[in-house]
């Protein structure tokens, strides 16, 4: 019986720390998703840097994926998400309705995610010594055509797509985008374990210069550094985008990604209890070529995303000052 609660209180101390209530303590930190993609993970540090040294506020991260970390939101086992994509998966819209989460601000304009191949695969590269491989390539419908040029190295007979992680909600979208194209008896639906491995795979196909079809997104590292292609897709469908977004639909109908409108998600008491950091929130606006820019930079240098955060507001004062308060402000620029 004593083990038996030593082994009940030890799990109940785990879930403690996993999922603390933060909400309940006073000096408790505010948590923040930790993100695994560039421009998520910059956003983040670049949030917490002013949370923490221009509000006063200590803060944390908690791991997860795109679809857990919105599920924490909605039960307030974290507070913020720093580069939430609204709208996109059926977990996120079902606590947005339920009035649990809130999009705040439109933090990237312009932001746009697809489906992409080198620049060199359709115009070809002479100074590489590099022929056009898919000339007439320009949608997803073309990509019937051109199996043999993204061939799989493990099903030669098939092309490759690269896809996003599993547990990512672009996942699901393209996993369904492969059978509404009639594409997923063509091509591999080749998952990378982590963005990381994402990137490495097309950055080194780049680098070769090996044809490569990849979903991809921007704001991203990869936009400022190579010229991508993005394939034409039919447009938007509020209907089609549905059954894309449901792995269970087994008739899914082609659309273009619903419009990207990239905003910080919020518990709903973290916007209750924080007005002050809700209005910063609201005000930021990060100009996307720059957000490209700095992330190539990040990349390259192979930065860690808090470096890169305190870098850009160094370099940048006229751009994040516009968000906060003067006296918020000068605090900030005091711990640059």
Known sequence: ??????????????????????????NAPIYFGDITWESGSFTTELLRFIVEHGYGYPTDTLPGSTVSME????????????????????????????GEVFAIGDTVKNADE?????????????????????????????????VAVFQDPEAPDKGRFLNSPSGWTSETVNSQKLKAYGLDKLY???RSGSGAALDAEIISSIRRGKPVLFYYWSPTPLMGRFPLVRLEEPPFDAAAWATLTDARNAAPKGSRSLPAKLSIGVSAPFRQQHPELVAFFAKVDLPIETLNKT?????????????????FLKANPQIWRQ??????????????
């Open 188 to 190: 591999v639906n080749f």
């Open 295 to 311: 992330l190539a930079q990040m990349s390259q240098k192979r930065q860690e995303p808090a470096a890169a955060a305190r870098e």
């Open 114 to 146: 697809g489906w992409w191949v080198p620049e060199f695969v359709i115009k070809g590269d002479a100074q590489r010594g590099i022929k056009p491989l898919a000339p007439e390539l320009r949608s997803v419908s073309d990509l019937k055509r051109y």
């Open 1 to 26: 019986m004593n083990r038996l609660t030593s082994l009940i209180c030890g799990m109940l101390l785990s879930l403690a720390m996993v999922f603390p209530a933060s909400a309940a303590a006073p």
């Open 71 to 98: 599920v924490a939101l909605a039960r307030n086992d974290i507070q913020v998400i720093g580069e939430e994509w609204a709208g996109r998966s059926p977990a996120w819209v079902k606590a947005e309705q339920a």
């Open 323 to 336: 968000w906060v308060p003067a006296d918020v402000a000068d605090k900030v620029q005091g711990q640059l």
